[in-house]
């Protein structure tokens, strides 16, 4: 039951408002379902859209219905209100009466996003999220170049999760690698060192990595002092912030999961490798590698999904032209309202995470991965 | 020995710098014999074995192989075959992978690894498995394959760990036959390490016994349970009986020896035993008998007769010594538990020992 009621119903209403489409059907039900139907703008459907706009201006959904017409369409929105304000005071009875108020009821284009906004269902925000959308003529096309920003986005957040899982690697394995050899009375204060950041609330570290690679900070005064640097480089409010913040904040989840199957790792097995001709590094890459295996997928695949879901930490560390995939969600939310929008943008990361999950179950078998 | 394959050159190995889990060491290993590294646990076998292959530094002393020191040789340049206790088969590779490894480490022929490898099968007989993994075989067939693996790349020396200690009785007692037949095969040098006293006597061709990080004898195994060469020795091996006596007199090879009790016992004596030395006199249960006789007699009341098939043993509480135990033939008649008994043995049969080495 708690499964269901915290997460999967979220998750599902989630799914669903990425694709359902109801505020044109609420505020212009006739004329949405002719359009739906395939019906041709004629006089009759013109005389139904303007009594359907003095009545959805009258009862409040309008605004509503406007606001997601406007997503598709520039202009959209004063279109309607503008439009249901001066049919108010005279009636169209037909569809020159109609254009005489405004002469985009001409336009081809604006009946064709009421009719994809008929609903129940719409790929709209789907296709938004990654910078697609139907012409007037119903045919899916790119986004013009000016206004796609989502597949940029979505690149940019891959790549940089990318960046941070393998510095995340490159940094955790060794630190795994040393505890795991460890007897066990020395292991556990180290490993509680690594938990220590967890203390911490997350702004708090992203704060003081803030303090820490601004241009007075600590790194640059020092880099400076020792004469390593001539001037202070910019350290933060760009991508190299962001990577730093971000691999600090996410290295435990590496180190945990390749701890644990580290640990399982006997040690006769390299003696074994050694014992037999093997040089160190090459007992290492043959026989102890392929066995920690399962803990790097497992750790790369922790840290990776996390990483793609950030937020926190790039909105307050990176430049504009740092912020992921989260950041745009949590924009779509709070500034423009556009639930829709950020439900799909939600749905394409939650499709990333399953498709990567898959690939990696394939690559290392779901037995093989072990996250704790 | 002019020409010992290894040699232990009073090695010593500490951890702490206090306490010795090795203290002077000397010992020659013979080339193509099998030795066994015989003692209770923490008795530093498997220490002496882990520095001869390298994972530990002794602390002082020098190993020296073929007569070259090899203190400063890394564990894979001492060309040694090891077998691990846990046989530590690399499980992500096949059987027929895990025994190619000392040769592909090597560089050797594509063509030349296939045929070692399937000559090595044969040899331990498990022919057809090459492309099992570790994890699909039977705790002897994974014991094979470690031994073949040790043994593909042809090392002179191959040191065994507690090898068949996982394994059930039934199938150790027929991997020891088939050590055997593989040592004598292949002619090589076996450093083999237990705590099983049965498995180093019926195995080895001589065995060294190890107590608190010492040497305590090194010898055939008929040697150590004919002459032990203290206490320790003659209580690790076989069963025995201890006495504790005082040396009175001492002279061609044999000592009188009084118990606490009073009674004196004759009996053989290997060392110079001072007249008032505290000794512990060894008697096998095995080479005493009910009733007298020549010889020296112990009497003593029945505890208990346990009756073992082949033969009964008797438990008998003397007033000069503590639990003694007999081995009786099995046709023989048992006295009942309470009845007094006098026990006979003859002076040859019984040891005067120094106390062990510390």
């Not at chain 1, 609903?119 to 000016?146: C, K, M, Q, W």
Request: aromatic residues 8%; neutral net charge.
């Amino acid at each position: 039951m708690f499964l269901v009621a915290l997460f999967l119903y979220p998750l599902a209403e989630m799914l669903w408002k990425s694709v359902a489409d109801r505020e044109v059907r609420e505020a212009l039900p006739q004329t949405a379902a002719a359009l739906a139907r395939g019906a041709t703008v004629d006089d009759a459907l013109c005389a139904t859209l303007a009594q359907e706009l003095v009545r959805s201006r009258a009862d409040g959904t309008l605004a509503a219905a406007a606001r997601r017409l406007n997503y598709d369409v520039g202009g959209m929105r004063p279109l309607l209100i503008g439009s249901a304000r001066r049919l108010a005071a005279d009636p169209a009875r037909d569809c020159a009466a109609l254009a005489a108020v405004d002469p985009r009821w001409n336009e081809e284009e604006v009946w064709a996003a009421i009719r994809r906004a008929a609903g129940p269902l719409t790929e709209f925000y789907l296709l938004s999220a990654v910078d697609l959308h139907r012409n007037a003529a119903g045919e899916i096309v790119p986004v013009p170049e000016n206004e796609a920003i989502y597949r940029e986005v979505l690149w940019r957040t891959f790549t940089t999760s990318a960046v941070v899982t393998i510095a995340c690697l490159a940094l955790g394995f060794p630190v795994a690698y040393l505890i795991a050899g460890l007897p066990a009375s020395r292991a556990g204060p180290l490993l509680a060192l690594v938990l220590l950041p967890f203390w911490t609330p997350i702004l708090v570290r992203t704060a003081a990595w803030v303090v820490l690679l601004q241009n007075e900070g600590l790194i640059n005064s020092a880099l400076v002092a020792l004469g390593i640097l001539e001037r202070p480089v910019q350290l933060v409010y760009n991508r190299i912030g962001v990577y730093v913040a971000m691999t600090h904040v996410l290295l435990p989840f590496m180190i945990l999961p390749l701890y644990s199957v580290m640990r399982s790792i006997p040690p006769a097995y390299m003696r074994a490798a050694l014992s037999l001709g093997a040089r160190p590094a090459e007992a290492f890459l043959r026989v102890y590698l392929p066995q920690a295996m399962p803990g790097v997928a497992a750790g790369s695949l922790l840290t990776f999904i996390l990483a793609i879901g950030y937020y926190i930490t790039p909105a307050l560390i990176g430049g504009a032209g740092d912020q992921m995939i989260a950041y745009f969600i949590a924009f779509n939310v709070t500034d423009t309202g556009n639930w829709g929008l950020a439900a799909a943008l939600g749905a394409v990361l939650l499709a990333a995470t399953l498709v990567l999950y898959v690939l990696y179950a394939r690559l290392v078998g779901t037995r093989g991965m072990r996250l704790g | 020995m002019t020409n010992p394959h290894v040699a232990f050159e009073n090695v010593e190995k500490s951890y702490d710098g206090l306490s010795y889990a090795v203290r002077h060491l000397d010992l020659e290993i013979r080339r193509g014999e099998f030795l066994t590294l015989l003692g209770p646990s923490g008795s530093g076998k498997t220490t002496t074995l882990m520095m001869l292959a390298g994972f530990e530094t002794p602390t002082a002393g020098t190993i020296r192989m073929n007569g070259h020191p090899i203190d400063h040789l890394p564990p894979h340049r001492r060309e040694l075959g090891i077998v691990f206790q846990s046989y530590a088969l690399f499980p992500h590779m096949t059987v027929g992978e895990n025994i190619a490894f000392p040769l592909s480490v090597r560089r050797r022929p594509r063509a030349e690894i296939e045929a070692r490898v399937k000559r090595a099968l044969a040899t331990v007989r498990l022919e057809g498995y090459a492309d099992r993994r570790p994890a699909q075989l039977s705790g002897g067939q994974q014991q094979r394959v470690a031994l073949a693996r040790a043994m593909v790349f042809e090392p002179q020396l191959v040191l065994m760990d507690e090898p068949l200690g996982a394994l059930d009785k039934k199938l150790r007692e027929h991997m020891q036959i088939e050590l055997k037949r593989l040592h004598a095969e292949v002619g090589l040098t076996v450093v083999y390490v237990t705590h099983d006293q049965g498995e180093a006597l019926t195995m080895s061709d001589r065995v060294a016994v190890f107590n608190n990080g010492m040497l305590q004898q090194v010898d055939t195994p008929a040697a150590l349970y004919e002459n032990p060469a203290n206490a320790f020795v003659a209580e690790f091996i076989g069963d025995n009986n201890l006495l504790a006596a005082t040396v009175e007199a001492n002279g061609g090879g044999f000592c009188a020896a009084r118990l606490a009790g009073g009674t004196e016992i004759r009996a053989r004596v290997r060392h110079p035993a001072e007249p008032g030395e505290a000794v512990v006199l060894s008697l096998r249960p095995e080479h005493i008998r009910l009733g007298g006789g020549d010889g020296n007699i112990l009497v003593g009341t029945v505890n208990d007769a346990i009756y073992y098939g082949d033969h009964v043993r008797l438990l008998v509480t003397g007033p000069d010594s503590g639990e003694i135990v007999v081995k009786l033939p099995g046709r023989v008649a048992t006295p009942p538990p309470g009845s007094a008994v006098t026990l006979a043995f003859r002076a040859e049969d019984c040891l005067a020992l120094p106390q062990p080495v510390q």
